[in-house]
C-alpha cells in the first residue's frame, strides 16, 4: 500500500484513488463516511460535524452536515469518475463523549450525526457495509480504497479492520 494518505479535517470532505488512501482524525461525536467504489478502486470521505444543515442559519460549509455533506462528497466522486449507482458506504463515529444526566436530544449529537448519515444513505440508496459508531470514545479512521479496508483506531483499543 504504497500511496499517499490523503487527510480530511474537520467538517471537510475529500476523494481519493488507490493506492493513495484517505483518513480523518478526532472523531467523537462527528461522524466519518466513506463511500466507495470498487470498481473504479475511488472512496471519499467526509467529516461530519451535525445531522441537519436545515437547523444552522450560517450553513455554508456543506461538508458541516450529514445531509448536505453527502450530497457533496457523491457530486465529488462522480467527478473524479466514479460510478455512484454502485457506491458503498463504511461509517465510524458518533459517540457520546460527555456524560450528561439528561434526555436533551441537543446533547446527544453523536446518536443524531450516526441517524441522520444513516437515513441520508437510505434515501440514496447506498448500503453500509460496516460500521463502528456510539459508546464513548474517539476514533481515527483511514480508508484503503485498493483493499477496500476500514481501519478504526482508537486510543487504549486493538485496531478494527472494517
Known sequence: MAG???????????VCRAPDAITTLG?????GVVLYDKGAKIAGMVHVMLPDSTQ????????KFADTGIDALLAMMAKAGAKTTSLTAKIAGGAQMFAFNSS??????GERNVQAVKEKLRSLGIRILAEDTGLNYGRTVEFYPETGEFWVKSVGKPVKIL
Do not use: T
Open 56 to 63: 444552522i442559519r450560517q450553513n455554508h460549509n456543506k461538508a
Open 4 to 14: 499517499e494518505m490523503i487527510k480530511v479535517g474537520m467538517a471537510d470532505l475529500n
Open 27 to 31: 472523531l467523537g461525536s462527528c461522524v
Open 104 to 109: 436533551n436530544d441537543m446533547l446527544r449529537v
